[in-house]
């Protein structure tokens, strides 16, 4: 069955960066869009990154644009999300998604997405 298993949440303090992968098993990795969500406590599940299946576009969320970088690796079925300057709101739970390939443009909708992994907790110490 199909995988995604987030790795590399932790504590970090404000300013500082963190790395997210993401593995995924038991899919055609390349045909699929990969997209990181995230949640913190009380609110909606959000878009944070979307990056298509060749690795050729990707999207941000406003709130991350410019700190946050979203890149995978084919070969190894991993998609990754560099996180720099990060600050107190960016701490949540973070999902990996998989959303197979409907066009050249992959959505940031959640509902587009067809699966998703359990999330890894990144908190964000002031």
């Known amino acids: 069955q199909v995988q995604l298993v987030e790795f590399g949440g932790g504590l970090v303090q404000a300013g500082g960066s963190l790395r997210l992968s993401c593995a995924a098993s038991?899919?055609?990795?390349?045909?699929?869009?990969m997209g990181w969500f995230r949640q913190a406590p009380g609110k909606e599940r959000e878009f944070v990154a979307v990056?298509?299946?060749?690795?050729?576009?990707?999207s941000y969320s406003d709130s991350v644009k410019g700190r946050f970088t979203i890149s995978r690796d084919n070969a190894k079925n991993t998609v990754y999300l560099q996180m720099n300057s990060l600050k107190s709101e960016d701490a949540a739970v973070y999902y990996c998604a998989a959303q197979f390939r409907r066009g050249l443009v992959p959505s940031p909708a959640r509902a587009q997405y067809d699966y998703w992994g359990q999330g890894t907790q990144v908190t964000v110490s002031s």
């Open positions: 038991g899919l055609t990795f390349s045909s699929y869009a």
């Open positions: 990056i298509s299946w060749s690795g050729g576009r990707s």
